[in-house]
């Protein structure tokens, strides 16, 4: 049996390796030629941290992750701690650490687990069509390729979704503009063993730990879209929008590198009920798109290519009856996960000012286990509790 397996972002590697796991051929397209990812680095919590030990890669994604210890919010203007601490109970409760990893080294060793040799680059899919006993895909090249199911992994702009859902779906802007990259770590900006966090006026400013002495940096600013912003004038946008926030959100402006630093107009997709039509699946993003306000759209790609390795393994009444199981096993998951970041985002980048500003009030009184309890019950609902 062959996967033709579309996309090798996360999602398209984690589904391929889980796969050949379980016993299929696989046969990977991958539309560019080489691989940039949108962000700079990624937060793998313990759901998504658990697949990829089952894919094999514990020891590789220990040594790439950050070390996060410690959660802590600050106050905007002036620094001073609202609540900090350890990220313990939530580690012995749910069995795993977080890894906060630099995508470029998570995508690295996903590709080098399969082989980056063995996948097809360069090959940007234009339509499919499925028959009786396997599904065709046509390249913008001319080529083509044929499998006896076909995964759909080309992320949140997915050409294939349609042909599954039978409708086009809209993209919807979040409200919100993210800036991320990678810098070193410096303690004067905040602790190497902790997530750092500043809020104020319903915005962000985040620090995660990652391998290589690095900080992973993001900045969020509740803007409207398309605004004429680009890698020139970041430092400058930044140091307006962060014009009296505290001394270490400047000291981050003042070190980032505008060349290698992202500016994202943040969207998510209202979750659907299809992720299979017959020999195809959806997979990731093509079939959940999220905010990352939970961190969780890379980790759900990571349960999805589990999920449906198991699914296709333990089932043997064909192709079409093991892929609805797998559609039935994730779209309450996944929706779940899209609906709980969209919420999380209105309450942090403040669509109701007076919701957020009380969740600034919370967050003084918050011994951390509300929070993790959240973290833990997001956690919890993937496929390797
Ligand atoms: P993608 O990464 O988009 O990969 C799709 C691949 O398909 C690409 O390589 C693309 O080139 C290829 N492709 C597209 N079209 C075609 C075609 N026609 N033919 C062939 N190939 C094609 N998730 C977390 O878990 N934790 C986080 O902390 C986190 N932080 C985030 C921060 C930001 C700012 C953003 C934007 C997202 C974040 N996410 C996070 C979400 C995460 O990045 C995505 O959910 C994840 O990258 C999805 O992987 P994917 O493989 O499904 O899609």
Known sequence: MKAIVIGGGIGGMCAALALEQSGYQTEVYEAVKTIRPVGAAISIWPNGV??????????????????????????FRHGQTLTRFSMTPLVESVGERPYPVARADLQAMLLDRYGAQRVNFGKRVSH???????????????????????????????????SVTGQRAERRYAGYVNWNGLVSIDETIAPADQWTTFVGEGKRVSLMPVSGNRFYFFFDVPLPQGLAEDRSSVKADLARYFSGWAEPVQRLIAAINPETTNRIEIHDIDPFPQLVKGRIALLGDAGHSTTPDIGQGGCAAMEDAVVLALTLQAHSLGIEDALRRYEARRVDRVKDLVLKARKRCDVTHGKQP????????????????????????????????
């Open 354 to 385: 007076e919701v957020t500003r009380a969740w600034y009030e919370e967050l003084k009184r918050e011994t951390g286990e509300r929070i993790l309890s959240g973290m833990q019950e997001t956690i919890v609902g993937g496929p390797l509790a």
């Open 128 to 162: 499919i069509e499925q028959d009786a006993t396997g599904v065709t895909a046509w390249f913008e090249d001319g080529s083509e390729a044929r499998g006896d199911f076909l995964i759909a992994a080309d992320g949140t702009h997915s050409v294939i979704r349609p």
């Open 50 to 75: 658990k697949c990829l030990n089952f894919l094999g890669l514990k020891a590789q994604l220990q040594a790439l992750g950050g070390n996060m210890a410690f959660m802590a919010y600050n106050d």
